[in-house]
């Protein structure tokens, strides 16, 4: 169990750094425009999301917190 609870700990760390170091990311995603029967026209947008800081500074804090507290649980 405590070494469940590290591994969460280590994940929720990575990401909030990852979080913090490179907040916005872009992906792509089609849309159907038209459809005239059989056929279908689609546009693919790029979009970007950004991640907001006080998400990514609580996933930080919440995974020093497991780390730190993850070996003194008892079973």
Do not use: C, W
Request: proline share 5%; glycine share 10%; hydrophobic share 50%.
């Amino acid at each position: 169990m405590q070494r469940l609870v590290i591994a969460l700990g280590v994940i929720l760390l990575v990401l909030g750094v990852i979080g913090l170091v490179h907040p916005n990311f872009n992906y792509h995603q089609q849309e159907e425009v038209a459809k005239l029967g059989p056929i279908k026209a689609t546009v693919d947008e790029e979009k970007t999301t950004q991640i907001p800081a006080a998400l990514s500074i609580t996933l930080l804090v919440a995974g020093i917190g497991l780390v730190v507290l993850g070996p003194r649980m008892k079973q």
